[in-house]
């Protein structure tokens, strides 16, 4: 069964510094990987999305993932952190029948 | 165009009362989940609907049962709500029930259980 997992549930970073959240996935066929955010209080919001094309994805906000078949990882990446970033970060995967496994969630936070 | 709404925001329940999550979308969406979300766990799967007329089981799906009342309204039932269901309850919707398709959220539900 397909699973994701989130490797630091807490990351803490300086505004101005890379962001780098990682997700390994478990797929015995190519998956379909996404990324989510919660902001505090709020339902979750796609940030973007890898369907075997392009294996370098841009999404919003500035957040960017590459899918790495040789590592089993899709790890998000921003260049420079903005205070406006901070909240929970969830990987996802397809499960195969029609619906999404998450992964626990990272926690980001931004320190001025 | 509201997107998903999820009614109430917030409900405390005791041991053995029952009560019904709703849960409506207006964007014309075929599919529609229900998730819980725990500490530490991410969000679970309950039940899903791939399009009006049919429910299929997730992850967690003990406990719970779902209605898809037509294509706009998914509702989730606790017929005997447990401590161990106290979580945050989101619904979601998806045009198609396809892995390549994007899920939309509503704000949640969060449900407490004495």
């Known amino acids: 069964a397909q699973s994701v997992t989130q490797l630091g549930s807490h990351v803490s970073v300086s505004e101005g510094a890379l962001v780098l959240l990682r997700c390994n996935y478990s797929?015995?066929?190519?998956?379909?990987l996404f990324w989510y955010v919660q902001y505090p209080n709020q339902g979750l919001q796609l940030l973007l999305k890898y369907t075997s094309a392009a294996t370098l994805v841009k999404g919003i906000n500035g957040f960017e993932a590459e899918f790495k078949k040789s590592e089993t990882s899709f790890h998000l990446t921003k260049p420079s952190a903005h205070m406006s970033d901070a909240a929970e970060y969830f990987c996802a995967v397809e499960t195969g029948r029609r619906a999404l496994t998450f992964g626990s969630g990272t926690r980001l936070q931004v320190q001025p | 165009n509201a997107g998903v709404t999820q009614t109430p925001k917030f409900q405390v329940l005791k041991t053995g009362q029952s009560m019904t999550l709703q849960c409506a979308q207006d964007?014309?969406?075929?599919?529609m989940y229900w998730y819980r979300q725990d500490p530490g766990m991410g969000l679970r799967l309950i039940y899903y609907s791939a399009s009006e007329g049919t429910t299929d089981k997730g992850e967690v799906p003990n406990g719970y049962n779902v209605s898809r009342l037509n294509k706009r309204e998914f509702s989730l039932r606790l017929e005997s709500a447990a401590p161990s269901q106290t979580s945050v309850y989101f619904c979601?919707?998806?045009?198609?029930?396809?892995?390549?398709?994007?899920?939309?959220f509503g704000p949640g539900t969060r449900l407490t259980v004495l």
């Open positions: 964007m014309n969406h075929n599919s």
């Open positions: 979601a919707s998806s045009l198609i029930a396809s892995p390549k398709d994007t899920q939309y």
């Open positions: 797929s015995s066929v190519p998956p379909y």
